[in-house]
């Protein structure tokens, strides 16, 4: 699976759960962590937690490996490492405060939308 396809799985399993401003950053050539970062928020820890588990349990649908999954208890920032793709989920309250698009301003937005309206 590429790392385009594994994105379009973690942004429509975020669409699904009607996650908020769904955005990708291409990190290639700019971090060794990822090549894609997809950020989204939800608007509570419920909402935020079940994000996430649609996220995993759609990317290990798809055979991909969940390497890392972090901050689900607390539910105000998720960190689901695929590897090539890194997935943050904020709690909306959250997301402002860190703002990873601005700190990682240099990246590029990649559009998203065809793939969400499939």
């Known amino acids: 699976m590429s790392e385009r396809e ?13 996650a908020e401003d769904i955005i990708a950053l291409n990190m290639k050539g ?25 996220m995993k349990e759609k990317a290990e649908e798809q055979g991909l490996i969940v390497k890392r999954l972090e901050g689900f208890d607390e539910a105000r920032w998720i960190l689901i490492d695929l590897g090539d793709v890194v997935a943050h989920v904020f709690h909306k309250d959250e997301r402002g405060y860190y703002n990873l698009e601005r700190l990682w301003g240099d990246a590029p937005i990649e559009d998203l939308a065809s793939e969400l309206s499939q």
């Open 6 to 18: 594994i994105l379009t799985t973690v942004a429509k399993a975020a669409d699904s759960k009607r």
């Open 30 to 54: 700019i971090s060794l962590i990822a090549d894609y970062f997809l950020i989204c928020h939800g608007n509570s820890d419920k909402q935020v937690q079940a994000i996430a588990r649609e």
